[in-house]
């Protein structure tokens, strides 16, 4: 047997365990490792990111054939701007590339493509695709792919919270009527379902300021695998531990003739 038809057949087994009724519709990546990879080969840290839009790619097709509706990205965070200029700037020409070659198949599968963070200094060239490719797909509804970019989570918040003190000063909103409604609606995903699944690869344990507000209720689910080596499989693999959780949102499951007994402390 081929190696392909095996891990087509290990595919089959972990679909077999997935409950399509509780697939998570929103997922958020923190798409980790792709320089690691490459060094641990020997090859330019340019070669990971390459081979990790191929990856990219069939992660969306895999979320798509589960079922999921929202499919967020951390392709470049506000702090990525440290890097060396070199690798800076073939990331954003490999989104430049990408965009160009891929936004007409994402248009035709009824994908709308949204990019959420500060564009303001990314060159002319790509801000104009990226326009155009949300202008081109914002009629879309089948699925929606988010593509954080200059992104920070603190930032995000920061920039809220100004906008509602304006508001505030300028008479246009009380201070009481400030809740967490009202915040989200200045957050860059309004509109959009909080994550309920966190897949982060390479094996790091942390959310690098990514979603910070969002993902106060996601279930995180940490894999030890480098982003360019993550595939299908890997990706069942999460599912299946998300569905195996009980999200409880801070309460607790009630077990039959269960009583809550007093235990002498007062407060």
Not at 195 to 224: C, H, M
């Amino acid at each position: 047997m081929s190696l392909e038809k095996v891990i087509d057949n290990k595919i089959n087994d972990l679909l077999m365990k997935i409950d399509k009724q509780k697939v998570p519709e929103h997922i958020a990546i923190i798409m980790d490792g792709n320089g690691r990879w490459a060094t641990k080969k020997g090859l330019p840290r340019s070669y990971g990111h390459n081979k990790g839009v191929s990856v990219l790619k069939e992660i969306i097709k895999a979320s798509k054939k589960l079922g999921c509706k929202t499919l967020t990205v951390y392709a470049f965070s506000t702090e990525n701007w440290t890097r060396p200029t070199k690798e800076v700037d073939f990331l954003i020409n490999l989104f430049n590339k990408v965009l160009k070659n891929e936004i007409e198949e994402i248009h035709e599968e009824s994908t709308k493509i949204k990019f959420i963070g500060d564009l303001s200094p990314f060159p002319k060239n790509l801000k104009e695709i990226i326009s155009s490719s949300e202008s081109l797909t914002k009629n879309n509804n089948k699925f929606l792919f988010n593509v954080c970019v200059n992104y920070g989570g603190r930032q995000e918040i920061v920039k809220a919270a100004k906008q509602l003190a304006l508001k505030s000063s300028a008479g246009e909103i009380k201070p009481s009527e400030i809740n967490e409604e009202l915040f989200n609606s200045q957050l860059l995903t309004r509109g959009i379902k909080d994550p309920e699944l966190l897949i982060r690869t390479s094996g790091e344990k942390r959310v690098s300021n990514f979603l910070l507000w969002q993902l106060a209720y996601s279930e995180i689910y940490i894999s030890d695998v480098l982003w360019p080596d993550f595939n299908e499989f890997e990706f069942l693999k999460a599912i299946i531990d998300y569905q195996s959780r009980n999200r409880r949102f801070g309460g607790i499951e009630s077990l039959p003739n269960e009583s809550f007994q007093d235990s002498g402390y007062s407060s």
